[in-house]
């Protein structure tokens, strides 16, 4: 096949002198092998995507390595001379998580930025992404780099670039940063030879202002004083959240703090879960266990780079239950809401994105607080606070997928934050004789009940990159005209920009940018949104229900019918695609 022989080509192009000895020996294994490790090595090159750069540990164009991290850092060393001529200090802070080759990653992208003479602010040792973030802001850089791969499994790392605002790169420029790299046609284009004098140290100075910032951000100081007892379990999972979130908790008024010995030790192979992703039950079993040992309240667990986070908390019946990411999200709202709603002055905004609950959204509308609904992706949060001051303030938002966001000094999904909020939400909760749960139930009650069901197929390398492009190809070109028997009234396709009303037959523009988005909403309420995920490979199928509940009496029975139809959904649709 051509594609094959062009493939050859290219991992033929990495047995020259440009690559260091360990990397020639092993692309000319993978090429002696002629296998699909050789295609999925070398098929693509890495792309931005919702959370940036991606992708295995191994030699290869399509892989995460010393060659792709310094290509891709010489392209945003172009960008930033390009964007900045007449700057002078230009520096980019760089962070690094606790994954497999975190560290000399980190060292190479500094040393890149030095060779183009732009100053590298390097951390001193592992940081959570969200600290990067304050970092870019606080220190006045013109961009920002953090070597992770979040939440993905311990093959991976990845490359996440910040600009000056502190968010994740949005269009233009995570475009124009593409073509910087792709323009790169050689390998001796990449100054790898560092200006030493242009690396400076980050330390704990940085630490101490950020803590300093999240402190002020809690909003029921003297209940947390009152309930010195409240005991709580947290794990890092092997990640970078072990110092600086039960620091926090502690600045916050939380003194009775339980850990997981095991997991409080940074590991790139994760050796105790599974997957290192809170939203994954199994990476809570062994907080869980501590929790159940020392009767604990409240269970916090963070991702590699904490930016996310799933928490356990107990029931009416004292029973640990997992909340998922929109339920959390809605109790955060629910307390920022309530908590600020006597000195609100009409010009605040709380944000989520288009796949997470709309609960979100009636909560809010109860204050008169609009909702700003923006692509998946913090990053467009993060933009469109930025577009929105300084005449409207932000006061809380999330996503679905277990990241969250109080206060605006940080400009992405902040698991430090939300662990010191989350459990405060907690202690205001049992001040009014109520759990988590039960005050879950009183929103639904007072809104409506919401239920979500993420479910992704996972499908890796070029042939399941393939697949995933014919599941929402069909989607788009034959979609569905009902869910679960109810009449579907408007079909979105966002890579094309439009939304149609299939009552009048009405198009209209939708007001985000271009992304590879299908979505379809029910007279009832229901909803099912598909994506292919920027970060995996993976195709992720949204799935929402709603209904009204009558009675706290009667939330079992209404939830058990919204299971149901979700169930229902479920199975129609993934059959059909």
Not at 246 to 258: S, T, Y
Not at 398 to 408: I, M, N, P, Q, R
Request: with cysteine; charged share 25%; net charge negative.
């Amino acid at each position: 096949m051509e594609s094959t022989r062009d493939i050859t080509q290219i991992a033929k192009s990495w047995l020259s002198d440009e690559y260091d000895l360990k990397t020639r020996e092993q692309v000319q294994a993978l090429l002696d092998a002629d296998g699909e490790e050789l295609v999925d090595s070398f098929y693509k090159d890495l792309e931005f995507g919702t959370g940036g750069l991606r992708g295995i540990i191994g030699p290869g164009t399509a892989r995460i390595n010393r060659y792709t991290i310094g290509t891709a850092t010489q392209g945003l060393a172009n960008y930033i001379l390009k964007s900045f001529p007449n700057g002078k200090d230009l520096s980019v802070a760089i962070a690094h998580d606790s994954r497999n080759m975190s560290p000399e990653f980190s060292r190479i992208a500094a040393e890149v930025l030095s060779a183009n003479g732009i100053k590298a602010l390097l951390f001193d040792s592992l940081r959570p992404t969200p600290e990067l973030s304050f970092t870019i802001r606080e220190l006045g850089c013109q961009a920002g780099i953090v070597i992770t791969a979040s939440h993905n499994p311990k093959e991976y790392n990845g490359y996440k670039v910040y600009w000056s605002d502190g968010g994740q790169l949005v269009p233009p420029h995570d475009k124009n940063i593409i073509d910087e790299v792709e323009s790169i046609s050689s390998l001796n284009e990449v100054k790898f030879k560092a200006d030493q004098a242009l690396i400076e140290t980050l330390g704990t100075e940085i630490d101490d202002k950020y803590v300093q910032k999240v402190k002020g951000l809690s909003l029921s100081p003297d209940i947390i004083r009152q309930k010195s007892d409240f005991k709580l379990v947290y794990t890092p999972i092997h990640g970078t959240g072990v110092e600086l979130v039960p620091r926090c908790l502690r600045e916050f008024g939380f003194q009775n703090i339980l850990n997981v010995p095991e997991q409080d030790i940074p590991d790139g192979n994760f050796p105790t879960v599974p997957s290192p992703n809170p939203e994954d039950p199994r990476a809570l079993e062994k907080a869980i266990e501590v929790a159940e040992k020392n009767n604990a309240d409240l269970v916090l667990a963070t991702d590699p780079d904490s930016d996310r986070v799933g928490i356990a908390t107990r029931d009416e019946n004292g029973k640990l239950q997992l909340l998922n990411g929109n339920q959390i999200a809605s109790l955060l709202v629910y307390y920022v809401v309530e908590k600020n709603k006597q000195s609100l002055t009409g010009n605040e905004f709380i944000a989520k994105t288009i796949v997470t609950t709309d609960l979100l959204a009636e909560i809010a509308a109860k204050q008169n607080i609009p909702c700003h609904e923006v692509l998946t992706g913090f990053k467009f949060i993060a933009e469109n606070i930025r577009l929105n001051e300084p005449d409207k303030k932000f006061l809380v938002g999330g996503e679905e997928s277990f990241g969250y966001l109080v206060g605006d000094f940080v400009r992405d999904k902040d698991a430090i934050i939300s662990c010191c909020m989350i459990a405060e939400v907690a202690v205001w909760a049992l001040s009014k004789g109520k759990t988590l749960t039960s005050l879950l139930k009183e929103i639904y009650l007072e809104n409506s009940f919401y239920l979500e069901r993420l479910v992704s197929l996972t499908r890796p390398g070029k042939a399941g990159e393939d697949e995933i492009k014919g599941i929402i190809s069909n989607l788009r070109e034959n979609p569905p005209k009902e869910i679960d028997g109810t009449a579907i009234v408007s079909a979105a396709d966002f890579l094309n920009g439009t939304i149609k009303d299939l009552s009048s037959e009405k198009e209209r523009k939708l007001p985000f940018p271009k992304s590879n988005i299908l979505q379809f909403k029910a007279e009832d309420g229901s909803s099912i949104t598909v994506r292919p995920s920027g970060t995996e490979p993976k195709i992720k199928f949204y799935f929402g229900v709603k209904d009204e509940l009558a009675s706290l009496e009667g939330y079992e029975q209404t939830k058990a019918k919204l299971e149901a139809k979700l169930d229902s959904i479920e199975k129609i649709f993934l059959e059909d695609s």
